[in-house]
């Protein structure tokens, strides 16, 4: 067993701190640019072990660092009286502050007892896997240009938002023309423009397309013939959620920033899956210990798309092995 990391206490010990990462050059999407991801971590501490987790706040569900971080703050005298991951999920709403504390609590769990989390869960071993890497959105030109230097990559996940989509995947398409190309709109499309993107995509040889229409205003994709796979991200969260997109997407993008943690994304795999819906397994821009609990869901999914710490400029210590793009289960050292 490695050598973790020690602390003494009887009762659990919940502490959290926000970090900032930098980012290769910037990542820009359809709502905009940043140069860091800032991240929160929890950490409980419980006879001489640590389990850890780490979430990304995100503006988009108005979510920010610091109050992601009072959430936690929060939870140190529950955490202490004795709460568990099943508790935790009545006792939080789902979201980046209970994604950090659930897979910290996970963590602590597998160490405590010694064995791997999955076996612990009785979930199937994660095994290498191939991972998306994103382009980020520019003009025709530049993003042509970013391919080309990934072309020699699988699986490629390019960012649109909007006027010149079109010319945008053509341009992408020319310049790795062996690529497996899914799209991310960022709900950055139109009703009067869907159909046109998508044929456009469609020609171009995209597999999937990632939330063409804003979330709550998408009711126009169970009224038109998809040529290709649509898959809800903005539009989906956790279980709740599913139902009601059964007409309207053929995929759905399971990130644990929005179910809250690893605990409910694991049953809302298996409940997507039994609706019919392909499985993407999705991140934010972070490091290794947010990917490492998302390891979990790779048996179950078509697609992976954790390459968020491909994107940032250096990774944590220890993080999770890439070679290319394939992605390499989590050290114990790391995360569970």
Known sequence: MPDFKKTSSKSPILSARIEHWPIAGSFTISRGAKTEAVTVVAEVSRDGLTGRGECVPYPRYGE??????????????????????QALQAAMPAGAARNALDCALLDLEAKAGGQRIWTLLGRPAPRPCTTAYTISLGSPEAMAAAT??????????????????GMRIAAVRKAAPESELIVDANEAWTADSLERNLADCAQAGVTLVEQPLPAGQDAALARIRRPLAVCADESVHDRA???RLRERYD???I??????????????????????????????????????????????????????????????????RYDGSLVYPPEAALWG
């Open 255 to 320: 990130k644990l920033d929005k179910t809250g943690g690893l605990t409910e994304a694991l049953v809302m795999a298996d409940a997507a899956q039994a609706l019919g819906f392909q499985i993407m397994i999705g991140c934010m821009v972070a490091t290794s210990l947010a990917m490492a609990p998302a390891m979990l869901l790779a048996p179950q999914a078509r697609f992976v798309d954790l390459d968020g710490p491909l994107l940032l400029a250096r990774d944590r210590d220890g993080g999770l």
């Open 64 to 85: 920010t660092p610091e109050a992601t971080l009072a959430s936690l703050q929060a939870m140190q005298a529950p955490v202490a009286r004795g709460l568990d991951r």
């Open 241 to 243: 959620s599913l139902d």
């Open 148 to 165: 080309a230097k990934a072309a020699h990559r699988p699986l490629l996940k390019i960012k649109l938002g909007g006027d010149g989509d």
């Open 251 to 253: 995929a759905v993008n």
